[in-house]
């Protein structure tokens, strides 16, 4: 959590985060964590600003203003400069996001990828490597390959499900390849679970590895925890240093923002902020009023979307055209269960569904949905369904497809938050339709 003794960015402001020896939990301190309405003229929720930019108080408060922007002091801003670095709305939103995590910073981005994109940006110089999970999402898989491979930045993968002799040797792989391109292991970057298979990466067995490395070659590690965060996976507690998210999906909740986030320990932030300044890639005011209204109702929406996703796939395994269900409740491998129960406190909402047949099957039962629309994206108050071959891994190559598990007859599912039963019969009618 922010530490309240800190030099603060804002006006100081008294914050109850306690009562009596009681700390406050997340979902209680997401309705006013972060806002003092006596400095918005009593509104009890925070304006929206649209300014582009602040004045200040006296030249000698400009100049330290512009110390902490410029990284000539440690912190970041003492208060409000120019929106491309900071506004009331971002900082109240960064103030709640870290509190899931006990996190001692956040920062928030126009997208999840305009995050990952800034973050490796900040990290990673020419001759460097990436040592990554696989799959990853595939813009981020992209970027990775094809933009940062322009500046020589290297990358090495494995597996999501790999043990700890296969990340130790995927370390020393990236630490070879490192050394022959005159650079470092800059970074080691999970997304967990994956997309679309979601296996899960074991991230102690990851930090355990990086560990061993000698002091000033031990990379951050960054986890992509869009899939079961904040609700149900909180990596930084597992030895994760920075954990990005699209706050596009559970965290915006309503399938109608674009927005990223990360956040972790104020020494891994820092550089980030600092390129985000730089580059102007922070969310705009609007947006982070939108995630601190999401936010206030993150909790519910993720509990019920978990319950009934626990339901919907409990029938879907009973029926007999459903021949597989990757779905977190119903892990069959004792390795990725042992990982589960070590890391995560819930299944989510989102899964992988296996429909007895190929495209053509797939593509009717997906053409013959009422209730659940038709669409990439998850994390949302509705059920969504796509056909990943088709859609969002359209363009990987089929040999690596075939690796990943994603077949013809794959349909990916995100539950909301709509009745069970109705779902239920939903899937029931367009199974039938097959
Ligand atoms: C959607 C998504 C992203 C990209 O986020 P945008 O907000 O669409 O830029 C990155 N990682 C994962 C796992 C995602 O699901």
């Known amino acids: 959590m922010t530490d309240p003794t800190r030099t603060p960015r804002r006006k100081p402001k008294p914050e109850v985060t306690r ?111 990436v040592v990554h999970s696989g799959p990853l999402y595939a813009a981020t898989e992209g970027f990775i390959a094809r933009t940062l491979s322009r500046f020589g930045i290297g990358y090495v993968d494995f597996p999501a499900g790999a043990t700890r002799e296969e990340i130790d040797a995927a370390l020393a792989r990236g630490a070879e390849l490192a050394q022959r391109q005159g650079g470092k292991v800059a970074m080691i970057y999970l997304e967990s679970p994956a997309n679309p298979t979601n296996a899960l990466v074991d991230i102690e067995a990851v930090a355990a590895a990086r ?108 029926h007999p055209k459903v021949v597989g269900l990757g779905y977190l409740g119903r892990i069959e491998d004792p390795r990725q269960q042992d990982i589960f129960e070590r890391h995560c406190t819930g299944a989510g909402s989102t899964f992988s569904l296996f429909i007895e047949g190929g495209e053509a099957e797939a593509f009717r039962f997906l053409d013959a949905l009422k209730v659940a629309k038709l669409a990439v994206s998850l994390g949302g108050t509705e059920t969504l369904a796509s056909h990943p071959a088709a859609m969002t891994h359209l363009s990987v190559p089929d040999e690596r497809k075939a690796l990943l598990g994603i077949t013809d007859n794959l349909v990916r599912i995100s539950i909301g938050i709509e009745d069970a039963d109705d779902l239920i019969a939903d899937f029931d009618q367009a199974l039938a339709a097959v």
């Open 19 to 129: 009562i009596g020896g009681r700390q406050l939990k997340p979902s209680t301190l997401m309705m006013g964590y972060g806002y003092d309405p006596r400095l918005s003229e009593g509104a009890l929720k925070p304006p929206i600003f649209l300014t582009s930019t602040f004045a200040f108080e006296s030249a000698a408060a400009g100049k330290r203003h512009f110390e902490g922007i410029t990284g000539k002091r440690p912190g970041g801003s003492e208060g409000l400069v120019y929106s491309r670095f900071n506004g009331p709305n971002q900082e109240i939103l960064e103030d709640r996001l870290a509190v899931w995590e006990q996190a001692e910073e956040a920062l928030v981005f126009s997208s999840g990828m305009s995050a990952i994109a800034t973050l490796l940006l900040a990290y990673c110089s020419g001759g460097d490597v």
């Open 211 to 318: 560990d061993t490395l000698p002091g000033e070659a031990r990379p951050p590690i960054v986890i992509d925890n869009t899939f079961l965060g904040p609700l149900w996976q909180q990596p930084l507690a597992h030895g994760a240093d920075i954990a990005v998210y699209s706050l596009t999906k559970y965290a915006g909740g309503h399938s109608d923002l674009v927005a990223g986030g990360l956040y972790g320990a104020r020494q891994w932030i820092e550089p980030v902020r600092m390129l985000r300044n730089t580059i102007g890639t922070i969310c705009d005011p609007n947006t982070a009023w939108m995630l601190l209204r999401s936010l206030e109702t993150i909790e519910l929406r993720m509990t019920r979307a978990g319950e009934n996703a626990a339901k919907v796939c409990a029938f879907l395994a009973g």
